[in-house]
């Protein structure tokens, strides 16, 4: 068993964040990934979602992607950058790791088990992040529907759903985007919580930093405390 300083769980955005971080520090790190090659997530989406289409949501610090082909799929165009990534900072990641518990170790350390052995460590940062395990919400009838139900995260291509119809839940950019795709085949019924919002112009940048933004905002605003029981 050997000792560390912090074990990064996973290799994608986050976790090659905060690796990059670590790097610039004293402490002694390994990053876990359970993936076959890098690219975290990215690896794995539908060969549909082009780069142009992610909105830039996919750089890192220290080393953005710059100019890219955005009609090239994102999980190549990212997996890609991903892997100069951790070859440019000479990033401790070692693939394919399993890593199978983490629990209380002596000394106030963490004990991480896993496929290529074991670590105590000081601290760990968990960036496994959602596409393994990706939410599903629970609504009547689900257990008795006989039609079949999908994730985002098992989306493969509009082909697969061509002469059915396809009920699309959620106004989220996954949900728009395979609407939209899936749409220009077959018949489509789109559930959202609200009404949707559409603005008309370019989505570049700045209307990117813009929307977020707002979002923040907009969350500081939900947690903030009522004004007028001060």
Not at 85 to 96: A, G, I, M, N, S
Not at 108 to 137: H, K, M, Q, Y
């Amino acid at each position: 068993m050997a000792n560390i300083d912090v074990v990064v769980i996973g290799a994608g955005q986050a976790g090659l964040s905060s690796a990059y971080f670590l790097n610039r520090t004293e402490l002694d790190f390994v990053v876990l990934d359970r993936s076959p090659r890098p690219g975290g997530a990215w690896q794995f989406r539908w060969p549909s979602l082009t780069l142009g289409a992610t909105h830039r949501v996919n750089d890192l610090p220290g080393l953005p992607l710059g100019v890219a082909d955005t009609t090239r799929p994102s999980s190549e165009v990212v997996s890609e950058y991903f892997a100069a990534y951790e070859r440019t900072f000479d990033l401790p990641v070692r693939r394919p790791v399993e890593v199978r518990s983490v629990r209380e170790g002596q000394g106030g350390r963490l004990l991480v088990e896993s496929s290529a052995g074991d670590w105590s460590a000081r601290a760990l940062i968990n960036a496994t992040g959602t596409w393994d395990r990706p939410f599903w919400p629970r609504y009547p009838g689900q257990e008795t529907f006989r039609g079949r139900q999908l994730h985002t995260a098992d989306y493969t291509s509009r082909e697969e759903f061509a002469g059915k119809h396809v009920v699309v839940v959620g106004a989220g950019a996954s949900g728009i985007q395979l609407l939209m795709e899936i749409a220009e085949i077959t018949t489509t019924t789109w559930v959202t919580r609200r009404p949707p919002v559409f603005k008309e112009g370019v989505f570049d940048e700045g209307a990117n930093r813009a929307g977020r933004t707002a979002v923040r905002h907009i969350r500081l605003l939900l947690a903030a405390p009522d004004a007028s029981a001060a």
